[in-house]
């Protein structure tokens, strides 16, 4: 059988070709993957990475992709049976047991499980093509063995209203602009963990909306350092004993789990060939109802 894993050094590598725009305590960070800060997280990480090249737990810590049937990390797989759930719960205590910490991929297998359900009932029921466009994602992060942070919890502001009714509009994420190359995102998603240790971002809609939120009810995956995304890192009680040089009361001095602030500024995301076409006959049509004079 065919294994596509990253080694946990080809991990380690591959974040530090990342353009990540980090500010910690008020700064820029230049170089994420050894700031004494964010390294023990990127450690916690990169154990996922290292336990799944280890044939005494590769049982636990891979599966066999059912779109490839070649051996992927379980952190990248769908759950297909009762044996697997149970595997990932597992796989879970393992990791909690070598890294004593928040290993940081949990809500992106799940958030990848959770849209794999929704855009096959979506597709099933709206005839739109969300699912196989999503399993083309999937493949890619299986076959390249990639991080994905899940990204849902909004700034939310008053939370007795709704996104459409927040005095700051930016509350919610949610699209300000929309064409035929794809749409324009702002917004922020807050304690994102993992974040800045991961390749790319799932952003799903934080709580259940009506019509009248409909810019907010937005689901898309972006490249973790695109253009537009910021992230605040958030701070941990004792992080800056990591500063001090010494090795008493450092607390996890190896392992570590961060959360962040994840800001997108006017971020760009490009949509489907498909939805592209029906995007521009729709600007078509309404530019056709304008010059006839009829209502749009």
């Known amino acids: 059988m065919m294994i596509v894993l990253k080694t946990p050094e080809k991990y380690e ?12 305590m008020g700064e820029l960070v230049k170089n994420p993957v050894d700031h004494p800060i964010i390294r023990p997280s990127m450690n916690s990480v990169k154990m996922t990475y290292e336990l799944a090249q280890d044939p005494e737990h590769a049982d636990l810590m891979t599966a066999t992709s059912h779109l490839t049937g070649r051996k992927v990390n379980r952190f990248a797989h769908l759950h297909q049976s009762t044996d697997d759930l149970i595997k990932k719960v597992k796989m879970q205590r393992l990791m909690g047991q070598k890294t004593a910490s928040c290993f940081q991929r949990c809500v992106g297998m799940d958030a990848m499980n959770a849209v794999d359900s929704v855009t096959f009932e979506m597709d099933q ?27 849902m919890t909004d700034v939310k502001g008053d939370r007795g209203l709704a996104p459409h009714q927040q005095a700051d509009p930016d509350l919610f994420v949610h699209v300000v602009e929309k064409n035929e190359k794809g749409v324009i995102i702002r917004g922020a ?41 910021y992230y605040i890192y958030g701070r941990q009680s004792c992080d800056t004993r990591k500063l001090e040089g010494g090795t008493i009361d450092v607390g996890n001095a190896k392992y570590g789990g961060h959360e962040a602030l994840m800001v997108f500024d006017n971020l760009f995301v490009p949509c489907s060939e498909r939805s592209r076409l029906v995007v521009k006959l729709r600007i078509c049509s309404r530019r056709r109802s304008r010059q006839s004079g009829s209502a749009g």
């Open 125 to 151: 029921r709206l005839g739109t093509d969300y699912h196989k466009r999503f399993l083309k994602f999937l493949q890619m992060v299986q076959d390249e063995d990639l991080t994905v942070d899940g990204a």
């Open 13 to 24: 590598e591959s974040l530090r070709k990342m353009n990540f725009k980090i500010y910690l």
């Open 189 to 229: 998603k807050a304690h994102q963990t993992g974040a800045v240790n991961s390749h790319w971002v799932l952003v799903m809609p934080t709580i259940a909306m009506g019509k009248e939120d409909a810019d907010y009810a937005i689901s898309f995956v972006a490249p973790a350092d695109a253009e537009g995304i």
